[in-house]
Each structure stands twice: as C-alpha cells, then as structure tokens.
C-alpha cells in the first residue's frame, strides 16, 4: 500500500556518510517535532535526478526554510559514499540538503514506492516523489506519475502547497 497525506511515517533507518564514516538515521528521529521536506529519487547521478530533481530543491531551498521547514532530505537507494559524493557534487551537500541512503530499500518499501526497472539496470528503487512531513505525519504528498520527468515532485512544486 503506497502512503498517502495523514499516514504516519514507518519506522525506518536510513544512512549517511559522517565524518567518523557511515552513521544510521532513524526517520522517526528527523521528523520528531520538525517540518521536513522530504524527496526521493531513483538513483543518484541519474539524469533527470541529476539534472532536474536535486536542483530543484537546492534552488528553493531558501524559500522552504522562510515558509518552516526545518530540513530538507533526499533519500535514495543507493550507499551512502554514493550519496555524499553526489550531494559533492550537486552542490546538495553546500546547499544544507541532508542526503540519506535507503541501501536496503526497507523505507522505500515500506511507503510502497518501489519499482523495478531491470533494462536500465534499477532494481528494487525508489519512485520519484515529494512530500512534506510534520512530526513524522504526512500533510503533502506528490508522486510523479511519469518517469524520467520530475515536474509534480519538483521543489517549486511543493513550495507551491505549503
């Protein structure tokens, strides 16, 4: 069952890449008493992620915080050196966008965004989607419908709703 606005957020431990090396992060945790945006991908330096997705939020980044949100979070299936050398170089990382590794898919699964698609070589990822969570609630949640596109689940998009 894929989650929807209302839905509280399964637990789930995501990773990051600190100084001390890889650390777990409990969603629970992130989204305890905080307004978070969070966003996913289906992989990191994939194109329209690349290219599309992440800008997106670093761009509208400044916007989020004037309007109370207290982070914003990427989560991707992928490690988490993966995912501190992408946020490197995106320039996520300078911005302030936290960027989580769902290595396992166990969160991705969770919240029913999985998807496979073998002759790219994707196998078990995220869907592309946005969503806005209060003390771990969903209140706004934008699935893109299309791949390989990243227009409903854009950081403007969501900017739009709050």
Same mark, same amino acid.
């Given at each position: $069952?894929?989650?929807?606005?209302?839905?509280?957020?399964?637990?789930?431990?995501?990773? $990051?890449?600190?100084?001390?090396?890889?650390?777990? =992060?409990?969603?629970?945790?992130?989204?305890?008493?905080?307004?978070?945006?969070?966003?996913?991908?289906?992989?990191?330096?994939?194109?329209?992620?690349?290219?599309?997705? *992440?800008?997106?939020?670093?761009?509208?980044?400044?916007?989020?915080?004037?309007?109370? =949100?207290?982070?914003?979070?990427? *989560?991707?299936?992928n490690?988490?050196?993966? $995912?501190?050398?992408?946020?490197?170089?995106?320039?996520?990382?300078?911005a302030?966008?936290? $960027?989580?590794?769902?290595?396992?898919?166990?969160?991705?699964?969770?919240?029913?965004?999985?998807?496979?698609?073998?002759p790219?070589?994707l196998?078990?990822?995220?869907?592309?989607? @946005?969503?806005?969570?209060?003390?771990?609630v969903?209140?706004?949640?934008?699935?893109?419908?299309?791949?390989? =596109?990243?227009? *409903?689940? @854009?950081?403007?998009?969501?900017?739009?709703?709050?």
């Amino acid at each position: $069952m894929t989650i929807s606005v209302g839905d509280k957020l399964p637990e789930a431990t995501l990773v $990051m890449l600190g100084e001390a090396g890889p650390q777990q =992060v409990k969603v629970s945790e992130k989204t305890a008493g905080r307004k978070v945006a969070l966003f996913a991908v289906p992989g990191a330096f994939t194109p329209t992620c690349h290219s599309a997705h *992440v800008p997106s939020f670093i761009r509208t980044k400044d916007q989020f915080a004037e309007k109370g =949100v207290d982070e914003i979070i990427c *989560v991707s299936v992928n490690d988490p050196f993966v $995912m501190k050398a992408w946020g490197e170089a995106t320039g996520a990382n300078a911005a302030g966008i936290t $960027m989580l590794a769902d290595a396992d898919s166990s969160f991705t699964n969770a919240i029913g965004m999985a998807f496979d698609a073998p002759p790219a070589g994707l196998l078990a990822r995220s869907k592309r989607y @946005a969503m806005l969570v209060e003390d771990g609630v969903v209140t706004q949640f934008l699935p893109e419908e299309g791949r390989g =596109v990243c227009e *409903v689940s @854009a950081g403007e998009s969501l900017l739009a709703k709050l």
